[in-house]
């Protein structure tokens, strides 16, 4: 699976931004899809997850309640819906898929990231 995430950018805070993650090839279904970031001079960390049906849902509790993550199978594409956002968002986020759901990032591929930067 092959992923390209877009949709960064500067934003002020109190703003929103909502990612996209295509993934390429006929496959995307079978695979839960993670969200994760890294903030310079931090590791990366879990944001959000979804199953491959969208009925299982996980976030970090620093962004429940701000973020929404969803996709599309029919489009090949997750999001991740990004409001209220902080300086503490500020990050490069990675989009990654795999066959098993799970918050910890131990995903099988992963897109090449897309950075957001809040200012306050």
């Known amino acids: 699976v092959q992923l390209q995430a877009s949709g960064g950018g500067l934003v002020q805070a109190g703003g929103s931004l909502r990612l996209s993650c295509a993934a390429a090839?006929?496959?995307?279904?079978?695979?839960?899809m993670g969200w994760f970031r890294q903030a310079p001079g931090k590791e990366r960390e879990f944001v959000a997850a979804i199953g491959w049906s969208g009925g299982l849902i996980y976030y970090a509790d620093s962004v429940k309640g701000r973020f929404t993550i969803s996709r599309d199978n029919a489009k090949n594409t997750v999001y991740l819906q990004m409001n209220g956002l902080k300086p503490e968002d500020t990050a490069i986020y990675y989009c990654?898929?795999?066959?098993?759901?799970?918050?910890?990032?131990?995903?099988?591929?992963w897109g090449q990231g897309t950075q957001v930067t809040v200012s306050s």
């Open positions: 090839g006929r496959t995307f279904i079978k695979y839960a």
């Open positions: 990654a898929a795999a066959l098993v759901l799970s918050v910890r990032d131990e995903y099988s591929y």
